[in-house]
């Protein structure tokens, strides 16, 4: 996955399930981008279904499918993405906002060390 | 694992006390910024997209953003332009509906993002944060119904003067020549934020020249003589 694997996680079904119950799940219309080379995502993506590029400049690097939770460690740490995120059609995420992943943390549970875990990996 | 920059808090912000935030406490600034993500956009990248699901409002810190609509024929009209101290994504947040517009940036722009959890409870917690939104929703209110009066009631060369004017106070700089607008738009865009075609507005921007109304210097417009385009724009200046 070259630098991608900096940005993505690969979840195990378990922690994805429980990850998408705190978050808004949105299946997106048209192909928009996430996040830009260089920018702090400004959610973290749980991708449920379809497909997310990974993009250096206009050249696709990488495509994400169901299962991995993107920018989450970016977000939380205030760093930059190294590549561009672009969404396609028909994707459907599960957004996770500073806020609740705040909440998740807070917790103090199984699901909050895990995520702490992925962010400070 | 929270570390803000101390240039991206919002007690440096260069749009303070244009921005729906201004009247908060100092500590609750410190706990906005901890919860904003600061983002630079270039010339032409996109903050958001018509159609898609809106997550949070954006701020912007400096820079200027146009909000476009696309129609079923695929052509855009740009329906404001927005800068330093404005919000962006409020409308949809508050409604939950996709967004109905797109946002570009026009150059580059600095553009502070929060998520919808923490600005409802800022909202709920800090009256003058609600009033402060609701004064711009009026704003916005106002703007949009003497653009839809202009756009049935006036002709192009109005509109274009109105346009004009309408810059000057919000982009306009006092400068030898007259008032600079600092605003780099191409002649497609003025064109469709007065609704007529690109050749039209270029001839008017001719005749505006050669009337000694405006003066170019590349992208540049400088107006020479504000009172007499507040007459052109029909309007009471």
Not at chain 2, 6 to 27: I, R
Not at chain 2, 65 to 84: L, P
Not at chain 2, 157 to 175: M, S, V
């Amino acid at each position: 996955m070259f630098k991608v694997k900096q940005m993505v996680t690969s979840l195990e079904s378990e922690i994805l399930e429980c990850l998408k119950s705190k978050g808004e799940i949105v299946t997106y219309t048209v192909a928009a981008d996430l996040f830009y080379e260089g920018q702090i995502p400004v959610v973290a993506y749980l991708v449920l279904d379809g497909h997310i590029h990974f993009l250096k400049g206009r050249t696709i690097k990488e495509t994400i499918t169901g299962g991995n939770l993107v920018g989450a460690k970016e977000l939380m740490s205030n760093t930059h993405a190294i590549m561009s995120a672009q969404i396609m059609p028909k994707t459907q995420v599960c957004f996770l906002s500073k806020s609740d992943i705040h909440e998740i943390l807070e917790e103090e549970n199984e699901l909050a060390e895990q995520l702490d875990q992925i962010i400070n990996f | 694992m929270r570390k803000i920059k101390e240039a991206d808090k919002c007690q440096h912000c260069p749009s303070q006390g244009k921005g729906v935030f201004c009247d908060l406490e100092s500590s609750e600034l410190d706990e906005l910024s901890q919860h904003k993500v600061t983002n630079t956009y270039k010339k032409g990248q996109t903050l958001f997209v018509q159609g898609n699901h809106p997550f949070g409002l954006y701020c912007i810190n400096s820079g200027n953003i146009k909000v476009t609509k696309t129609g079923a024929d695929g052509k855009e009209t740009i329906v404001r332009v927005a800068q330093g101290g404005d919000i962006l994504g409020h409308r949809s947040l508050f409604t939950s509906d996709f967004y109905t517009a797109t946002a570009t940036a026009l150059e580059e722009t600095k553009v502070c993002f929060i998520d919808k959890k923490y600005i409802l409870k800022v909202i709920e917690e800090n009256p003058s944060v609600s009033l402060h939104v609701i004064n711009k929703l009026s704003r916005d209110m106002g703007s949009a119904e003497n653009r839809l009066s202009s756009l049935h009631q006036k002709n192009v060369r109005e509109r274009l003067a109105e346009l004009l004017l309408l810059l000057e106070q919000t982009h306009g700089e006092d400068i030898e020549e007259g008032r600079r607008l600092n605003i780099k738009l191409t002649r497609e865009e003025m064109a469709t934020m007065i609704g007529t075609a690109n050749e039209t507005l270029i001839r008017f921007i001719s005749e505006f020249k050669d009337e000694g109304l405006i003066e170019q210097q590349g992208k540049i417009i400088i107006l020479k003589d504000t009172e007499r385009l507040a007459d052109w724009a029909n309007l009471a200046y």
